[in-house]
């Protein structure tokens, strides 16, 4: 039997040969980082997880798909984006995840997501591969009809990558209802296929999912409720602080308010907003969703509660809870610092990895609840997999059941990662109980399905 200090030195070989493969990809290696230092305990009791080249196998995509996207702006000027869609793994269902219109977007980039994605996927119970896509397309500033014509683009080379049963993408950072709804167009022109479930996040009169929008912001402020739950707390009275003001920052903060909680921040890149009476969502929504506009426009026509601070970390505001929800490393140690220094109960990822590894062991350390965005963002990829179940069955559920559906899910989760932790000898880290129950679902699939 190999001992956990073997299984430990075998992983951090691993490690060092992902670096050395996979050159300049920093996010992606601090996704692997993170998932693979927790996995000696599993792998060092389940002698078929030592396996030579099975977890060789997991840190390797199944397809990596690059290409170019040329378009033409409102002037008649070409651009050329790069297009990505990575399929990483497909041993528990088709591909699935979003993708991301951001000019930050490279390789390695869409690879750390994708890669938690699989482990995502897998804790949400159902029938769902890891995959993600994109483009370091920037939709700011960009008129309806050059988005239009970038989607069009964009989707004449993906969609001989995807299909209902192959691989369904989603939305991410910069893709929204609006993307989701020219891709469709194009892939059923293109292909002369109405085949709803290729892609996730529909409009609502054409294959969409009630409560698809809502699901990432509800399914984090519910998993956040079950880490208090666990400590004898609830949400009725706790502040929060909200970072990001798109899709996964409007819908945590209207659950919050809904459970009795008050969320009193929300940010973009140029700055944050605090508000003491508490974000007034309707009017968040109405400057972000309808008007797409800036968060200092929300400041400037709350009133007096609010005030905007340009540049400056949402993370200096006091709160009983914190809900990353803009992108990857945007909560770094000095912030869990600060964090921890007002007193935080919990932190719960809505963003992808948006807290850096020290920050993580810092507010772990001080016995913050920790909910890792694999596990506390689940529910958009989760309602996203009922969307694909309506659309084959043709037929559409009343809000009321997704949204009972997507409790279920989320408390599932919490209770999987709960309890993994403490099988493993790591009572209360939801990092560790989320890495190593995604990894085991995954991991006892693709050892029946053979070395492919
Ligand atoms: P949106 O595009 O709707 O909103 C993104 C928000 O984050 C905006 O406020 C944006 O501000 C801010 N932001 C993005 N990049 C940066 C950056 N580099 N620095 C500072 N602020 C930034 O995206 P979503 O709300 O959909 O996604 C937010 C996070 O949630 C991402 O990490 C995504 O991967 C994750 N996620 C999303 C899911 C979904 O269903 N949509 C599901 C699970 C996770 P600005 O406009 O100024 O760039
Ligand atoms: O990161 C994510 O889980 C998403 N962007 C949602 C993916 C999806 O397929 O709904």
Redesign the pocket.
């Known amino acids: 039997m190999t001992t956990r200090s073997e299984t430990r030195t075998t992983l951090d070989h691993l490690l060092t040969e992902i670096e050395y493969r996979n050159p300049a990809q920093p996010e992606f290696h601090q996704a692997a980082h993170e998932v693979l230092e927790t996995l000696a305990p599993v792998v060092a009791a389940r002698p078929e997880y030592a396996e030579p080249g099975l977890i060789e196998r997991l840190v390797e995509p199944e397809r990596q798909v690059l290409f170019r996207v040329p378009w033409q702006d409102d002037k008649g000027r070409v651009h050329v984006n790069r297009g990505f869609r990575v399929e990483f793994n497909s041993a528990l269902g088709p591909y699935k995840g979003?993708l991301?219109f951001?000019p930050?977007v490279n390789l390695g980039v869409i690879k750390f997501?994708g890669f938690e994605q699989i482990f995502k996927n897998a804790l949400t119970g159902l029938g769902i591969g890891g995959g993600k896509g994109g483009s370091d397309f920037d939709p700011?500033g960009r008129s309806d009809a050059e988005v239009m014509r970038f989607c069009q683009s964009f989707m004449t080379e993906l969609h001989r990558h995807i299909g209902e049963h192959t691989d369904v993408p989603?939305?991410?950072?910069?893709?929204?209802g609006r993307e989701i709804g020219y891709l469709f167009g194009q892939y059923r022109r293109i292909t002369n296929r109405w085949e709803a479930g290729v892609l996730t996040?529909k409009g609502q009169g054409w294959g969409g999912s009630l409560i698809r929008p809502e699901?990432?912001g509800y399914g984090n402020v519910l998993f956040a409720a079950a880490m208090l739950r666990e400590r004898g707390e609830d949400l009725e009275g706790q502040t929060a602080v909200v970072?990001?003001?798109?899709?996964?920052?409007i819908y945590t903060i209207e659950k919050l308010a809904a459970l009795g909680a008050n969320a009193v921040t929300c940010?973009?890149?140029?700055g944050y907003v605090v508000d003491e009476k508490g974000v007034d969502v309707e009017l968040l929504k109405q400057v972000?969703e309808v008007e797409r506009g800036?968060v200092d426009t929300y400041a400037e026509r709350r009133g007096s509660s609010a005030r905007f601070v340009p540049g400056g970390s949402v993370w200096d505001v006091p709160a009983d809870l914190a809900l990353p929800?803009?992108?990857?490393n945007?909560l770094d140690v000095n912030a869990a610092a600060t964090l921890v220094r007002n007193g935080v109960k919990a932190v719960s990822e809505?963003?992808?990895m948006?807290a850096t590894p020290e920050a993580v062991h810092l507010l772990q350390q001080a016995g913050v609840a920790f909910g890792p965005?694999k596990a506390a963002?689940a529910g958009?990829?989760a309602v996203s997999a009922l969307e694909m179940a309506q659309n084959h069955a043709r037929t559409s559920w009343t809000a009321a059941k997704v949204e009972e559906e997507l409790a279920d899910i989320m408390n599932n989760i919490h209770t999987t990662c709960h309890e993994t932790a403490e099988r493993y000898d790591a009572p209360g880290d939801y990092v560790t109980g989320a890495n190593i129950a995604g990894f085991e679902r995954v991991a006892d699939a693709m050892l029946a399905q053979g070395v492919i």
Request: aromatic share 0%; hydrophobic share 25%; net charge neutral.
């Open positions: 979003g991301r951001h930050s997501l700011h989603a939305g991410d950072i910069g893709v929204g996040g699901a990432t970072s990001g003001s798109g899709n996964v920052a940010s973009d890149s140029s972000k800036r929800s803009a992108t990857q945007e809505g963003a992808n948006p965005g963002n958009g990829v």
